[in-house]
Structures are given as structure tokens and as C-alpha cells.
T-cell receptor, first 113, second 110 residues
Framework: SQTIHQWPATLVQPVGSPLSLECTVE??????LYWYRQAAGRGLQLLFY??????ISSEVPQNLSASRPQDRQFILSSKKLLLSDSGFYLC????????????FGPGTRLTVT | KQEVTQIPAALSVPEGENLVLNCSFT??????LQWFRQDPGKGLTSLLL???SQREQTSGRLNASLDKSSGRSTLYIAASQPGDSATYLC?????????WGAGTKLIIKP
């Protein structure tokens, strides 16, 4: 069976500090991978998606970046965090067939102070 | 541009009642529609996936319907239980990504 991991679970960082959130998927190969952000009381916002190693598409301009160094690893980064980066970050995967069911990780709660 | 709306934003019902959650979308050209559950501070759990060619899917006490022509989906929960309390989100597959509703926060009162 497939599982998806995210870490850390929670993170408190000062403004201007760097960020690295990691997501890994087990039990499947060549998944599509996604990073979402969920602000308090709001819907999910797609930040990045990747259809393969080194292939990243960005949905919104921001000071975040994503990388996919391995087939089942997806990393969300920032060089300098902003207060507005606070939120709940979710990683997801699917089989990329256009009609595939999407599965989510447990999320990372980021608070920028 | 596809937009997904979920009404109501919050719903509170006594335990044991049957209930319906609504999801509407503006563009009927969808690949599928997916219902998720999110517990506070947790990730999303997929409940049901309805392909565009299907009209409904069932899993236990849950039944989801899809009417593409009217741009609507409903999630029916039978015999609600306190453990069903959560936020329920629907999302539709557009060109290359899921488009999300803001969710319905459901509270089942014991």
C-alpha cells in the first residue's frame, strides 16, 4: 500500500529565516506530487506540482520554491520567510492519469513569528 | 474559470439524522469530483471519487452523487454519528489540477 509522509509536523520560525519542508511517498513510482497551502478558514491553494524528477510547475508567485530531487521526494523551501507564509502545508500525490484519486499527507503547521 | 462552492459553510445536526452536503461547480467539463474529510489540524482523507461518467458512488454510510449538467454534487451521510464531525471538502478535476471548495464544517451533536 502507498503512504505519504511529511515532516516536520509543526514548525515555528522567525520572519526572514529559511524553510525546508519535506514530503516522501512510499509504495508507488512516478507519482504526480503537489504542495498545497491552507490558510485558516479558507480552502486549499495549489502552490506547486510536479510530474517527474526536476519538473516543477508553480501556480502562484511567491517567495517559496519547490524541488523534486528524487522520484518520490518533494521539498518546499524558502530563503526568507514572511509572516504571510504562515499556514498549513499539505503534500499530496496521485497517479497522474487525469482522473486519479488524490491522497494527502498529514500536513505541516507553519507559524512565522 | 472553474469555481467550486460549498453551502452551507457550517452545519450542526443531532446524532442519528441523515444529512446532505452540497457542492456546486460552474464548468461542467470535469474529469471527476472528489469528496474529502478533514479533521482539525489533520490532513485530508479521501472519501469518494466520482468519475465524470458516473452518477454516484457509495461507501458505507456515505453516498455521493454527481450531476454534471446542473453542476452539482451532493454527499449524503446516513445515520450521522459524533465521529462524523469534521470539515468536508469537495474538489473537481479541471484541466490539470483540483479546484477546491472552501468546505462545510459539520458538527454532529450527541
Amino acid at each position: 500500500s502507498q503512504t505519504i509522509h511529511q515532516w516536520p509536523a509543526t514548525l515555528v520560525q522567525p520572519v526572514g529565516s529559511p524553510l525546508s519542508l519535506e514530503c516522501t511517498v512510499e509504495g508507488t513510482s512516478n507519482p504526480n506530487l503537489y504542495w498545497y497551502r491552507q490558510a485558516a478558514g479558507r480552502g486549499l491553494q495549489l502552490l506547486f506540482y510536479s510530474v517527474g524528477i526536476g519538473q516543477i510547475s508553480s501556480e502562484v508567485p511567491q517567495n517559496l520554491s519547490a524541488s523534486r530531487p528524487q522520484d518520490r521526494q518533494f521539498i518546499l523551501s524558502s530563503k526568507k520567510l514572511l509572516l504571510s507564509d504562515s499556514g498549513f502545508y499539505l503534500c499530496a500525490w496521485d497517479r497522474g492519469q487525469g482522473t486519479a484519486e488524490q491522497y494527502f499527507g498529514p500536513g505541516t503547521r507553519l507559524t512565522v513569528t | 474559470k472553474q469555481e467550486v462552492t460549498q453551502i452551507p459553510a457550517a452545519l450542526s445536526v443531532p446524532e442519528g439524522e441523515n444529512l446532505v452536503l452540497n457542492c456546486s461547480f460552474t464548468d461542467s467539463a470535469i474529469y471527476n469530483l472528489q469528496w474529502f474529510r478533514q479533521d482539525p489540524g489533520k490532513g485530508l482523507t479521501s472519501l469518494l471519487l466520482i468519475q465524470s461518467s458516473q452518477r454516484e458512488q457509495t461507501s458505507g454510510r456515505l453516498n455521493a452523487s454527481l450531476d454534471k449538467s446542473s453542476g452539482r454534487s451532493t454527499l449524503y451521510i446516513a445515520a450521522s454519528q459524533p465521529g462524523d464531525s469534521a470539515t468536508y471538502l469537495c474538489a473537481v478535476w479541471g484541466n490539470y489540477q483540483l479546484i477546491w471548495g472552501a468546505g462545510t464544517k459539520l458538527i454532529i451533536k450527541p
